[in-house]
């Protein structure tokens, strides 16, 4: 499929200027995505950026006159020289047009460069943890590469001030990843404190840049047929059921441990969701007794994942007692997030609310005698355990998860019917309220 290209004129009152005027971009559209590029550095007069709602039908006319005559040409001009990058790229990727477009020549074979590309995309996309760690990939990176430790803060420092820290000084081109490279790098992180788990993790990002470098045209050795990212030697063990029942049945009179205990039981009920897609359950998600949902994780792909959750006397009593009731369908179910928030505040209060959740079941587990560490991620663990030593098969499990790569179709979840689905659920329910020590 061959991208597509035309000016853009972003008419919504949110993106026009203080004088009312219109900003004119370059809108790049491939695969059904659509991208939109500043024409700035394009243009013989800056103020061809902007046009006011005037302006444009005098520019687009067939047969412009006058000075709206020269920026047609401009613009023209503009798409011609899009339309020529695009037509000698032979696989399209939006990191090559951008290359291309601003000049960005040897910026492919630079390893900074290419993953701080990565993580510009993923922004663009909202996927807003896949960039955070993609950037704390491109940091160790570099702190290994020039030796030297930074002392910014991603959170508080602008993303320009990092970019210029990132793509500063020497370069590390793909040519210099070799396989005793990559050993080396890891023998630093885990002597720097890196546990296992992120070690892993930046080297498997790492790998990910590495093939899209290739993708794109970058002609070297492939330095992972001879090393394979290190694993996670640490254990999440998951919560037996009477375990699971003492954190149910644990009563608190202080409100932050009532919330956070019901927030990890449903979490553990609903299939070990996490607190992404909890947050941003809506009321609409509700139909006919059950919870209906596709995983936020998987918004992005092809294949997409559905999860159907009966819901049991339990959930429900959760629900009523921690969920909002808001005017209309469609608002959210849990006090997290307002209707009004963009992605970028909804992840970071993702992420605050799993941090308070981690720190009051810490304390709630606690109390209750359970020696392990408790965190969100033990509520899915603890899910998956119990199922799977209830006799549940692995297919099953894999749907209820929400870890099956099947296609999707009209139907939430094909492999489990409504009335097995059902029975699993309150089976667990049962197995959690009658389980003692």
């Known amino acids: 499929m061959q991208a597509t290209t035309y000016i853009y004129f972003q008419k919504r009152a949110s993106k026009r200027t203080s004088a009312n005027l ?22 013989s007069n800056n103020d061809w950026q902007f046009l006011s709602v005037d302006d444009i039908p005098k520019v687009t006319d067939k047969s412009p006159r006058g000075k709206y005559r020269d920026i047609a040409f401009e613009y023209k001009k503009i798409i011609q020289e899009a339309e020529n990058i695009i037509n000698n790229i032979p696989n399209f990727s939006f990191n090559q047009f951008e290359e291309r477009f601003y000049n960005k020549t040897g910026s492919r074979d630079n390893v900074f460069s290419a993953l701080w590309n990565h993580i510009r995309d993923l922004k663009n996309e ?25 002392d910014f803060n991603p959170r508080k420092d602008k993303i320009e001030a990092r970019a210029k820290i ?35 993790i930046y080297m498997r990002n790492l790998r990910v840049v590495f093939n899209i470098a290739l993708k794109q045209g970058v002609n070297v050795p492939y330095p992972f047929d001879n090393y394979k990212p290190i694993g996670s030697e640490s254990r999440k063990t998951a919560l ?11 009563k608190t009179d202080h409100p932050q441990e009532q919330f956070y205990r019901d927030l990890f039981m449903l979490s553990f009920f609903c299939n070990g969701a996490n607190m992404s897609d909890l947050c941003r359950l809506r009321w609409s ?21 559905f999860i159907a959750i009966e819901i049991t006397n339990t959930i429900q009593q959760i629900i009523d007692r921690i ?39 810490s304390r709630i587990a606690m109390a209750v005698g359970i ?20 006799g549940l098969s692995t297919i099953k499990l894999k749907d209820l998860l929400g870890h099956s790569s099947t296609s999707v179709t009209e139907g939430y979840i094909k492999s489990i019917d409504r009335k097995t689905n059902k029975a699993i659920s309150v089976t667990l329910e049962s197995t959690i309220k009658n389980a003692t020590q």
């Open 22 to 43: 219109i900003p004119v971009k370059l809108c790049i559209t491939f695969m059904r995505e659509r991208k939109y590029y500043s024409i700035t550095h394009k243009l």
């Open 126 to 150: 909202n996927r807003l943890g896949y960039a955070s760690s993609f950037e704390s990939t491109l940091r160790a990176i570099k702190e290994f590469h020039i030796g030297k430790t930074f």
């Open 166 to 200: 990132y793509l500063a000084g020497k370069e590390l081109r793909f040519v210099d990843i070799t396989s005793n490279w990559l050993k080396k790098f890891e023998y630093w992180m885990l002597k720097h404190g890196k546990s296992e788990t992120s070690t892993g």
């Open 240 to 250: 037996e059921p009477f375990e699971i029942a003492t954190i149910l049945n644990y």
């Open 285 to 305: 998600n509700i139909q006919d007794g059950q919870i209906l949902f596709e995983r936020y994780k998987t918004r992005h792909k092809r294949k997409k994942t």
């Open 323 to 361: 969920g909002v009731r808001s005017i209309g369908h469609d608002g959210y179910v849990l006090p997290v997030f307002d209707l009004g928030w963009d992605e970028s505040r909804c992840y970071a209060e993702i992420k605050q609310k799993t941090k308070d959740l981690n720190k009051y079941i």
């Open 371 to 390: 020696k392990q560490p408790v965190t969100s991620y033990i509520a899915r663990h603890s899910f998956a355990s119990i199922q799977s030593a209830s």
